[in-house]
């Protein structure tokens, strides 16, 4: 028999840092642009946060709850990184962000269309100064349209973007997703495209100039929605849990809370009415095909519901998991963390936080050979690393007391 290689183990000499040696000016804030640069940073690259002095991200305030000084909300997204200060809108703070641009990989930044900030940093300016940087900007909605100066936050997002009308109870209003699905959205697409310049950068020597925005960034995730509607020209309804081309496919009421069962073709029907008792229920032309079920989606929830809501959810889930039908409970986040599978996947990492003392953080979701991007830094306090910033691009104890004032924040 031919020899087969040898199964090779993960290379665990080295922490998981694929980007180590980059360098990201970070002068976003809120969501997706901190998302993008915390990314980039568990991804081993080195961020520079800068912050306005006179409270910083205003995420730091989005609370409660706190943890420490910062809102927890804050804590989310910005590990990883160190904080300086500056005014930006000062020529010595522009000063400042040049000379950390004279060796930067990447720049990230949102500021509004036409406001004062996105003219001081102009791309065309920036480029002629540093034709290697590649320049991430986020938007609320895009470079062009009637709309390309609207501010915008993740829930406008969600719903100028048609989020809100697809999800909810179908008699009830229109919700929200429960995660900032706008931002996050454009701060995943924002990481690919920053990821994808700096590949293409390796082959042109160039830089290059980036946007997205959560708007567009919605647009691409409606996926079989949109293209239902190009199908149709009908515009959806909202089906709570349910899935628009597939039934079974939706939360279910037990007897004592709700699970979810995930019926993707007619082999699974069949032997989940078998499981529940009801085999004829596969036979009914009316159900006997997803085309169908979903047709009579009314019709078989109904039947569905009624078989259903004698047994717990703890019961439903053993039995039809054991029959092969894919179900779940519907965990809260204290049961998520209490997970042994959550444990397993080592995907909450601890790290010293200099105010709150061990912190917990929700790590970076994929692995380099086998190992996981350790999470090396907490969120920084407001401006703590401006004094060793200033001094390693150069400046001298007395520019350094002309920058940073007495009311500084801790340094």
Known sequence: MPETDPVREPDRAQPASPLAGMKVVDLSKILAGPYVTMSLADLGAEVVKVEHPEGGDPTRQWGPPFNGPDATYYLAANRNKRSITLDLKSEAGQEVVHRLLADADVLVENFRPGSSLARIFDYEELSARYPRLVLLHISAFGELGPLRDEPGYDMVAQASAGL???????????????????????????????????????????????????????????????????????????????????????????????????????????????????????????????????????????????????????????????????????????????CPQTEALGMVQKVDHPDVGPLQQVAFPVNFRGERPPVRSAPPTLGQHSREILAELGYGETDIARLLDDTHPRT
Request: hydrophobic share 40%; glycine share 12%.
């Open 164 to 338: 809100m009308s697809l999800t909810g109870e179908p008699a009830g209003p229109p919700v929200k997703a429960g995660y900032a699905m706008g931002d996050l959205g454009a701060a995943l697409f924002g990481l690919i495209g920053v990821t994808s310049a700096l590949v293409e950068r390796e082959r042109t020597g160039r830089g290059q100039y980036l946007t997205t925005s959560l708007y567009e960034s919605q647009l691409a995730l409606h996926i079989n929605w949109a293209t239902g509607y190009f199908a149709t020209g009908e515009r959806p309804a909202r089906l709570g849990s349910g899935h628009p081309s597939l039934v079974p496919y939706q939360a279910y009421p037990a007897a004592d809370g709700h699970f979810v069962i995930a019926v993707g073709n007619d082999g699974l029907f069949r032997r989940l009415c078998t499981t529940l008792g009801s085999p004829a229920l596969a036979d009914d032309p009316r159900f006997a095909t997803n085309r169908a079920r979903v047709v009579h989606r009314d019709e078989l929830n109904a039947e569905l519901m009624a078989l259903l809501a004698s047994g717990t959810v703890a019961h439903w889930c053993e039995v039809l998991k054991a029959a092969g039908v894919p179900v779940a409970p519907i965990r809260g986040l204290d049961e998520v963390y209490d």
